[in-house]
């Protein structure tokens, strides 16, 4: 009797086991189903702006995004939504992105962010005109934090800038002189960092740096970072 007893305690045991782990793998499946979808709906949304292919909208201020390094994504988001960045009044473009990202929860900034990253770079056309030769001789101060390659570097909140929008570029050079970006180092150190370096720079050597960060290529390590 006892024995019969504690067969039937065992074969319960198993069966809510089973209905248990069941139950687990249904919830993990809808959970990864709403996750891409949440995704999706959210690559949507950014792609108005700077196009299916993340490649960018210059008419609208919009730069390319795909291939950009997650870290860099998400810290960026994270500083338009707390109005970290796009806090000055003459950031006229960084202003269009403070709507969208104020709506954004961390959850959200985490999937759109391995999203675009995952994406390959786009290829972007070159609107710049400057001197390479001396753009490479102005480079060499940018090498310490972004690298020889424009790779990046994460542990020094450095993004990559090869394989980026040359016309973005310019205008966050300008943007950092001005102070209209990374005007506050006690809530934007990394970019408080980059006047400096913009101040140092008239507008034709900003011509010359961005014609050379053109000639350097993303590879796939740099993506990857």
């Known amino acids: ?19 248990v782990s069941s139950m687990s793998v249904l919830w993990s499946s809808d959970t990864f189903a ?18 299916q292919n ?29 109005g970290i960045r796009a806090g000055h009044p003459r950031d006229l473009y960084g202003h269009k992105m403070r709507p969208m990202a104020r709506t954004l929860s961390d959850e959200d900034i985490k999937l759109i962010s391995q999203l675009i990253a995952a994406k390959p770079h786009p290829e972007q056309k070159e609107t710049v005109e400057g001197s390479v030769v001396k753009g490479e001789a102005q480079f060499q101060v940018c090498v310490a934090c972004h690298g020889p390659k ?22 966050q050079l300008k943007n950092f002189k001005a102070k209209y970006r990374g005007g ?23 011509l010359n740096v ?10 796939q390590s740099t993506k990857s970072h």
Not at 187 to 200: E, P
């Open 34 to 51: 709403f996750s891409t979808d949440r995704g999706k709906a959210l690559y949507t949304l950014c792609s108005s702006c700077h196009g």
């Open 184 to 206: 506050n180092p006690a809530k934007d150190l990394a970019g408080s960092q980059m006047q400096g370096i913009s101040n140092a720079l008239d507008e034709q050597g900003m």
């Open 1 to 19: 009797m006892l024995k019969s007893k504690a067969h039937h305690f065992s074969a319960l045991a198993l069966t809510a086991c089973v209905l």
């Open 210 to 219: 961005v014609s050379y960060i053109n000639t350097l290529k993303p590879s």
């Open 150 to 171: 424009g790779e990046g570097n994460q542990a020094l909140s450095a993004p990559p800038l090869a394989g980026g929008s040359d016309w973005y570029y310019i205008r």
């Open 54 to 82: 993340g490649e960018g909208n210059q008419a609208i201020g919009a730069p390319a995004i795909n291939g950009q390094p997650e870290w860099y994504l998400t810290t960026q988001l994270v500083k338009f939504r707390e």
